[in-house]
């Protein structure tokens, strides 16, 4: 087996969980049902440990906790639908009920978002290296850059991405940890190195605070594909992850992806793609539509208006509410149109696009899309986007949890283990491991964080 | 009863536990006897899920868990002594097993260290809201302070204390969060503030991300007692920890730092001084005796020296490693005589106060008392102590981990429970609540933090 590449014959389908701490995290409305707990996560550490326990049970890869600091307030130019119906507010931080999770798990995997723009990069290698150790290798992290603003922000960004993979690769050699009582030498100093970094944007001058951790650098996942984002992850992610309504919208993205790796010169499978999917799963067609129609009964357009403005910077309160939206009127904003067009790939029959049925939409499942039907359907369901976009698995959202977590460790996993598809039973380890394969515990070669492994860079270089 | 008085008529002693996320916190070189535990615990979640049910079974008020960003580096002018005998290095991030120790216990607190000078406030503010949700109110924080710089560093403090209370206690009225499905309304806009700030230091504008956890504010504990240290404890603080070899260093300072509360309006006694002790205890005195005598025989005297010389800021490897230190001889730095006049105050005898014998000493207990005896003789000591210093209760640390803190919960808290003085059994509530008295669960009305309550400030005023 060579190294980092697919170690099945057949390529498997990988399921994170994707969860946010906040009522309401790509589903909205559904927090006024009796058979959802997600309001009660802000205050439950049982709400964790209970879905933990469910995704263990289901083999899943990781639960992937998004985040955020903001609030949207694009939509009639005010927060104040944001806050009233519950649109990713209010939000805890995600590193919190880690441990808590991985006292009641062995081989889950835990992938925070953390922003390289809040906090300074001895605050968070630190944190990262304790979420590593206590979950023996389980922890990884979603790095939201700032691509957005400028170019100077994307170069702020990869500085800090490189000056951690420095803390967390170079400053430990692999035997500096001695715990030789007899000799009283607990770290051999001569095996740790100071890591400098002197620029605007932060000064290091310090070793690694902490002995490495099973990982070293957590399992790095990225998400979005902006022409800057997708430079950055074709470097820097193990993992991206994307959203769009239909394969055919992510396929050219993927593409682009995996050929950018290439030139950076990794293996273009080695960066593993996962879509944003939120399905609904019943035993019958029958049952997976009744949920469906529930889900509908419950979803807030507004929220999902508010939602959808926020991401996009369109306020669409300016818009008559039911009046139809075509994508061929020209006078409409293009982002509007493109959305529009996309949303022909939503399984649902919507007579015709106007806010309130976009807003609808949106409230349930995002901007990702919504299968609804049997394990099978489903099933074949994925396996065409995967075929189509060339992905590697997918986020799995909910419409209420844990009921619809719950739904696909129950149904849709074992239909994919049926297929062949599906990680073995009980598989444990650290994350790097159970994406390439036994022993892959720290960085691939390839990976550009490698080059900073103690043993290979010449610190003396700046 | 009136608020925030002391719920007993005989006054209660208070008991934390102190540790902190590194193999040595103040006894240097145990971690070379079999039975220390400490080393694992930047590994192995189970070392603080264990702790936490022994603390718990002893009604131990809070587990304190330092923190720190440096390493000490004045000995010999390097960190060689910090990395090779591990003088509170290697460390990690004390925020994170909390949650973990947190689903195996219901009463015990958790109090951890966090500078003002690395993350944002609004960071700050979600991490630890997080936090005492998660722990049902059972959460407190250690405010390092920087006070040691200058004036402008002070200022900086004292304006990020009241901006985290001003997130806390000000953005959200009590009757903002709704959770009405009826009528879907989450959150009542018109009930959140955005709090906003503008200076220098930081710039704030935007409401709490996160609903009000049970206490709001966590408790506040600070550390140290130098004047800007008082002036600001005074105020913010609803706990002080101390360090010193003797009650008779300590009184004059806890006298100072009441008189300065009452100056703002406190009663003094609301707050919980707490004294950094470190007890070795058996059934019997010989039992006790010989458990020191292992303590000096592992105790590194060149990691105690390593300690001393950091927090001094005097690099004792300087001196004649065995030529004895008279207080009386001048050409000694002030700092080096007025410990050494303090450390007849140690329980041990020692011939002559050298280096090396300074070392061995701060090697156990760091600077704090070492009482070694059976549970009534330590008993005596701590009652001694609280009349001569007016304290109300310790900071245990450790000698060895769980073993020092089995002891004081199986031998110490049975004697003080005999004695009337201790918490009742089973004693539940926020941190607030068992050290204020039932209902107590938000900020007195005294505390600094009240006037940012969002009835009470307003909030037009910047």
Known sequence: MSEGTNHDAKRR??????????????????????????????????????LARILERGDINALVIADTFGQHDVYKGSAETTLRSTVQFPMGDPSIPVTAMATVTKNLGFIITSSTSYESPFVVAKRFSTLDHLTKGRFGWNIVTSFKSSASKADHDEELANGLCRIWEGSWADDALKEDAENEIYVNPDRVRWIEHHSENFTLNAPHILDPSPQRTPFLLQAGTSPAGIAFAAKHAEGVMLSGLSPHILAPRVAALRSKAAEFGRNPRNIKVFAIVTPILGKTEEEAKAKYEKALKYASFEAGLAFYSGNAGIDLSTF?????????????????????????????????????????????????????????????????????????????????????????????????????????????GTIRERIYGVGQTRLLDEHEGSKYKYENYDFTQK
Chains 1, 2 share one sequence.
């Open 13 to 50: 389908i990988i399921l994170n969980a994707f969860d946010m701490f906040t009522p309401s995290h790509l589903s909205f409305g559904q927090w006024r049902r009796d058979d959802d707990q997600s309001s009660t996560k802000r205050r439950d550490l049982d709400y964790w440990t209970n």
């Open 320 to 428: 008559d509410l039911d009046a139809e939206i075509k994508p061929e009127d020209s006078t409409v904003d293009s982002r509007i149109q493109s959305l529009v067009s996309s949303l022909k790939y939503r399984g649902a029959d919507v007579p015709a696009w106007t806010p309130r049925t976009i807003g609808k939409a949106m409230a349930i499942g995002g901007n990702g899309p919504v299968p609804v039907g049997t394990p099978e359907q489903v099933a074949d369901f994925l396996e065409e986007w995967i075929e189509i976009a060339d992905l590697d698995g997918f986020n799995v959202g909910y419409v209420v949890s844990p009921g619809s977590f719950e739904d696909v460790v129950d149904l849709l996993v074992p239909e994919l283990r049926r297929r062949g598809i599906y990680t073995p039973q009980g598989e444990s």
